[in-house]
């Protein structure tokens, strides 16, 4: 499993998904990410998703990134576990 530190991050890299539900994203998220909630993400990463682009999962405490890019990562896709610690 790929991971790296959201301080490294560029929006030029790929796409940053934050997979927290809405109220914890409104309450902190990454200003460059874009909010799909784990369970909306798992069920519907094929018609969200593209398998030949990169994407960046995060969430507040990385379990949730954790498990999306581990069942993402063994369907094909390109994905990278952002954390926010250093």
């Known amino acids: ?16 998904i934050d997979v927290q539900n809405a109220i914890d994203y409104q309450k902190k998220h990454h200003p460059d990410s874009i909010n799909i909630p784990y369970d909306k ?3 519907n990463y094929k018609t969200l998703l593209e398998k030949n682009k990169p994407y960046f999962i995060v969430c507040a405490k990385g ?3 954790r498990k999306a890019v581990s069942i ?12 926010y610690e250093n």
């Open 1 to 16: 499993m790929k991971r790296m530190s959201i301080n490294n991050y560029y929006k030029s890299m790929g796409k940053l």
């Open 41 to 43: 993400l798992m069920l």
């Open 63 to 65: 379990t949730k990134s």
């Open 72 to 83: 993402l990562e063994f369907y094909g896709y390109d994905v990278t576990q952002m954390s």
